[in-house]
């Protein structure tokens, strides 16, 4: 039978699904996951189609327009992990419907690139060539190279290569000589490169452990947990995924890695080109910085089924592979992969669910997992394996403790750079070694105080100073990008005693400039890698030797080999330390262990230099003795005391408007209502300003509930929150385990 009836989501937010009737001419083309175009109000909008139905209750249903694509975008399965992912993150199936496609294939406006092609209609004897040289010397010219062609050329690639034009080449096709037709050809970012084929490494005894836990779990998911690789930088757990995509692949399988947008670099995407080089379409790659005509070509290879391994940033978890049989998730801990904006989803989570429900392997790889899973890992939920030696047998850095209290006492000023730090770096420099400076913040001052009335320039739209950037000369506000002209004198006393203080990277480059002049710095920062290819540039330089001080934010931090740096120093360990976050400990814990991770990968041991006010700080001391299981025992002691993750999930809602009474009005009714509404298992927080009590012109307030029964707790705030009529310009927002408690 079949059916007459389509049920569909439309894309834009009605909280609602709706029917439509499939017309006869259609009925064949629809599926399960299809993207159609439906009248919808006066107009007609874009949607998928979630279930084919013999019949509706739904009164004067309309007719399906059409039908776009030639196969459905979302599978069945696809669609069933965004039920989930709507129910669990409490967010309308629509917003994780948009989420699960790119924007390019849901708006459905750009499509195959087609390009002109050249094929010669037969075999030219030089006498023709001859003959035509004495009428028309450039077609000849032409035909000449035309009659070595051995395939179809593009007929730009042609004229570029004989430096002729398109008079000739249509001189040709007039004489029947060549025949001009458009084809489809894919937009490959790497069209370009070659990719060398290797081979699999010879494994030592952790890793052969590792992979044949993973081969199990790919053979029998059924059975499996997901696996915890917790192996420290350098440590071979990049090779155990490629061999792992291998086994998957050749069980039939296909495969999706992801990785930080950040650690997304040519060299990685390099790598599994390289292993996978065999079939050229095999591996696709899908992140931020593609055109929307890469973008388009890519998924389409992948919804094809031309490319059986994906390697993406977050929202490649959303990949319309079939047959998935394995999903890795590297530097699990990442934050990049919990999503601002709604479904403020976690791709690490969706993972694990998708793993589940589609029958994958899923595999999280960190240096430094994250406390969620390594909780998971202790309690048997997920499997832990453990890579505890680099490949290379390097010693791990020594890391020294700089207190900033007593340099500031010895020097009466806070250092920049401390003496011992200053030291070190010489050294380095004399041997021709190489150094990292990591800070975590941009810019050149990070305050401009009147030291009259003590007023400080911020932010007209936001609670923040404005930073100074002297390149650019101007103040900037890093939340919403609002900039201002330096005042000469304070705007509010009109006193000329402005003083500027704190420091980013800006004024550190500036700083190390100046004491080491013979060195060569760079900065690699938001500011300085605007040009798409900078980043790939300095880093190109840093490697070659021709930099000597690289000093960066987080940038800078992760996943980079550079076998010649020796050196690492932290500028101020305690930026994230004193964030009103419960996670801030943890950050800082990563964070100093991923940059130590950068010191010392080749023959000389690294040595690492971590500047702080605060040197006693569990985060600080068990990050030195790269003690993880110790840093993570007295973590969780901390959590479990204070109902927090992973003990307990916590649900973020940021109520925001324009105007601060409207604002705060509406976060004490909506308080009053979960607690009505809400049975008391639950840790419902009073309303409260938010740390970050105003961000682009808003006043935010929050309130903070907690609990163990998620999916519940999620259901009863939705619930809660459809009932409540909301001011126009009062704006909720519902973020299931939050990342950003500001
Ligand atoms: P991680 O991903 O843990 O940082 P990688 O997989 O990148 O580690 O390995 C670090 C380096 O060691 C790479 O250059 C890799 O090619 C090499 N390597 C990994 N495993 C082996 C092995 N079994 N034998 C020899 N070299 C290896
Ligand atoms: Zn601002």
Redesign the pocket.
């Known amino acids: 039978m079949s059916a007459a009836f389509a049920r569909v989501i439309i894309d834009r937010a009605i909280h609602r699904e709706l029917d439509y009737a499939l017309p006869e001419t259609l009925a064949e083309r629809v599926e399960i996951g299809s993207r159609v175009r439906v009248p919808f109000r006066e107009k007609s909008a874009l949607a998928t189609v979630v279930a084919l139905l013999g019949q509706t209750d739904a009164p004067g249903v309309r007719p399906i327009e059409a039908v776009v694509g030639d196969r459905p975008a979302l599978s069945p399965k696809l669609l069933e992990l965004a039920r989930w992912m709507s129910a669990y993150y409490c967010c309308p199936i629509e917003t994780v419907a948009r989420t699960l496609l790119p924007q390019v294939i849901r708006r459905a406006e750009v499509s195959w690139k087609k390009q002109l092609f050249v094929r010669r209609t037969r075999d030219v004897d030089p006498q023709e060539i001859e003959a035509l040289r004495r009428r028309a010397p450039r077609q000849a010219e032409l035909l000449s190279a035309v009659a070595k062609l051995d395939a179809p050329i593009a007929a730009a690639e042609l004229l570029r290569k004989t430096q002729l034009d398109n008079a000739a080449l249509r001189g040709l096709e007039k004489r029947g000589f060549v025949e001009l037709r458009e084809q489809q050809v894919e937009r490959d970012p790497h069209s370009e490169d070659e990719f060398i084929a290797t081979t699999n490494?010879?494994?030592?005894a952790e890793?052969a452990v590792a992979l044949q836990a993973i081969e199990e779990a790919v053979s029998a998911p059924e059975h499996s947990q997901p696996l915890l690789l917790h192996?420290?930088?350098?440590?071979?757990?990049?090779?155990?995924?490629l061999q792992a995509i291998r086994v998957a692949t050749r069980r039939g399988k296909t495969a999706i890695v992801l990785v930080p947008e950040i650690s997304l670099t040519p060299q990685t995407v390099e790598r599994f080109k390289s292993r996978f080089a065999e079939a050229q379409d095999c591996v696709a790659v899908l992140h931020s910085h593609l055109s929307e005509g890469e973008r388009h070509d890519e998924w389409q290879k992948i919804n094809s089924g031309r490319a059986r391994i994906v390697i993406g940033a977050r929202s490649a978890i959303f990949a319309p592979l079939e047959n998935l049989g394995l999903i890795v998730v590297?530097e699990e801990h990442e934050n990049s992969y919990k999503q601002e904006d709604a479904p403020r989803y976690h791709a690490r989570d969706v993972a694990v669910v998708r793993g589940k429900m589609e029958g994958a392997a899923v595999v999280l790889?960190s240096?430094t997992p994250s406390l969620e899973s390594y909780h998971n890992a202790t309690t048997g939920k997920y499997r832990l394996l453990n890579?505890t030696q680099?490949?290379?047998a390097c010693e791990m850095p020594l890391i020294r403790i700089v207190d900033l209290r007593l340099e500031r006492q010895k020097e009466k000023i806070a250092p920049i750079i401390s003496s011992k730090l200053r030291d070190a770096i010489t050294a380095r420099l004399e041997k021709r070694e190489q150094t990292i400076l990591f800070l975590n913040r941009r810019g050149f001052s990070t305050s401009l105080v009147c030291s009259n009335c003590g007023q400080a320039r911020e932010c007209p739209n936001c609670s923040v100073a404005l930073t100074f950037h002297r390149t650019a000369a101007r103040l900037t506000c890093h939340l919403c990008g609002h900039t201002a002209a330096v005042p000469k004198k304070c705007p509010e006393c009109g006193q000329d005693a402005l003083i500027y203080s704190g420091f980013g990277t800006e004024k550190v480059e500036s700083h190390v400039t100046e004491i080491f002049a013979h060195a060569v710095v760079r900065r690699m920062d938001a500011d300085t890698m605007t040009r798409k290819d900078a980043y790939r540039e300095t880093l190109r330089a840093f490697r070659s030797g021709k930099i000597d001080i690289l000093v960066g934010t987080q940038m800078i931090a992760k996943?980079l080999?550079f076998p010649n740096v020796t050196l690492v120093g932290i500028i101020n360990a305690d930026l994230a330390l004193h964030l009103p976050d419960f996670r801030a400990g943890e950050r800082t814990f990563q964070l100093l262990t991923q940059v130590a991770g950068r010191a010392g990968r080749g023959e000389t041991p690294g040595e690492v230099f971590v500047q702080t006010y605060t040197p006693f700080s569990p985060s600080i001391q068990f990050a030195r003795h790269h003690d993880f299981a110790g840093y993570f025992q007295q973590e969780l002691e901390f959590r479990e005391r204070c109902d927090f993750p992973p003990f307990k999930h916590a649900v973020l809602i940021t109520i925001r408007s324009a105007h601060e009474k409207r604002a705060s009005f509406s976060a004490e009714t909506l308080a009053r209502r979960l607690k009505e509404a809400l049975p008391a298992e639950f840790i419902l927080g009073t309303p409260a300003p938010a740390p970050l009590e105003k961000l682009q012109g808003q006043f935010r307030f929050h309130i903070l509930v907690r609990g163990d029964a998620i999916m519940r707790l999620s259901r009863l705030i939705r619930e809660t929150l459809d009932k409540l009529p909301f001011p126009e310009d009062v704006a909720v927002a519902v973020d299931v385990d939050p990342y950003q408690l500001l």
């Open positions: 490494l010879v494994l030592n890793q192996g420290v930088t350098g440590s071979g757990k990049t090779e155990i995924y590297d790889g240096a890579l680099r490949v290379d996943g080999h």
